[in-house]
Each structure stands twice: as C-alpha cells, then as structure tokens.
C-alpha cells in the first residue's frame, strides 16, 4: 500500500477538515450541501428503482427470489468492479468531489433503459432479474466514473479559499 495515501499521524489533518466542516448558514447553503452529498447515491437510487420497476411491469412480479438475484446481480457487479480496480485495497480518506455539472447526475436516465434492453429477453424471471441487477449496478458505477472523470476535465478546478497547512517535516 502507498505509505502517501495511508491512514498515518501525517494525514489525519485531511479527516479533521473533514469533520469540522462549517454548519449551513441558510435553508439555500444546506440545499447546495445536500446536494453535492446525495447526487451519487440518489442517481444509483434512481437507477435501480427504475430499472426494477420496469422489469417488474414487463414481467409481473417474478416472486421473492427472483428479486433477490436482482440484488445478489447488482451487489456481484459493483463488488467485481471493487476488486478488479484494487478499491478495496486503497484507503478512502478523501470522497470524489462532485462538482459543476456532474452534480446533474443524469445518468440514470441512460442506464435505466439500458440495462432493462439488456434484461428484456433473457428467458426466465430469476435469470432476467439477476442480470438486471448485475447491468444497473455494473453500469452505473462505470458511466458516473467517466462522467465524474469527463466533466471533471472540462470543469475549472476548485480551490478552497485557504489549503491546509501541510504539517509533514520539510525535508
């Protein structure tokens, strides 16, 4: 592990930013915060209620087991990509910034019909449902990862007012 990114007594200024952060000054100001803190998981939220709703009112409902291999699809997929990019072996002590217009997250409005076109065929609820699932959950996290990387690129960067004193020894 790369001893830079590692919980060590040299970084944990990064999490005591993170934790004294500024309350909301106004009902706007928690509207912006809440914003930047739900645009990931209200899109996968989106993504996976669509994508079930569909399948459901394509199919009927397929009964409890069936929509649990959705679950056990959607987990599978997000796991494998976990672990084939090594996220599992780095620390997370800095979240990706969603800024500009990534922020819109529209992404569930490309994934939803995507990933019930790659369902829609498939013989049999179980089958159908899991791969449903493994699509949702697999596609989104690689499509928010490129728009996050491609909007990202076009977007300036964001520069807090002052950085933190690094408080690492100069060598």
Same mark, same amino acid.
């Not at 993170?18 to 809440?34: E, F, H, K, W």
């Given at each position: /592990?790369? *001893? ?20 909301? &000054? ?6 912006? !915060?809440?914003?930047? /803190? ?8 989106? &993504?996976? +209620?669509?994508?079930? %709703?569909? /399948?459901?009112?394509?199919? !009927? ?5 069936? #929509?649990?291999?959705?679950? @056990?699809? %959607? ?6 990509? +976990? ?12 979240? $990706? ?9 529209? =992404?569930? #409005? @490309?994934? $939803? ?10 013989? !049999?609820?179980? %089958?159908?449902? %899991?791969?449903?699932?493994?699509? =949702? ?5 690689? /499509? ?16 807090? +007012? ?6 690492? *020894? &100069?060598?």
């Amino acid at each position: /592990m790369d *001893p830079d990114h590692a919980w060590n007594p040299d970084n944990l200024w990064i999490l005591d930013n993170l934790v004294n952060q500024r309350p909301p &000054s106004s009902t706007r100001d928690a509207l912006i !915060g809440l914003s930047h /803190m739900l645009a990931m998981p209200q899109g996968f939220t989106l &993504s996976v +209620a669509g994508t079930v %709703a569909i /399948m459901i009112g394509h199919r !009927g409902f397929p009964g409890p087991l069936a #929509v649990w291999l959705f679950v @056990v699809g %959607a987990a599978g997929a997000f796991s494998a990509i +976990a672990v084939v990019v090594g996220a599992h072996l780095e620390p997370s002590n800095n979240p $990706v910034t969603v800024v500009g217009l990534a922020l819109l997250n529209v =992404t569930p #409005v @490309v994934i $939803v019909p995507l990933a019930c076109l790659i369902a829609w065929w498939i013989p !049999g609820d179980a %089958a159908a449902f %899991a791969v449903a699932g493994a699509a =949702t959950s697999g596609l989104y996290v690689v /499509m928010e990862a490129e728009v996050l990387t491609v909007l990202h690129r076009r977007e300036p960067t964001f520069t807090p +007012a002052a950085d933190p004193p690094d408080p690492r *020894p &100069s060598e």
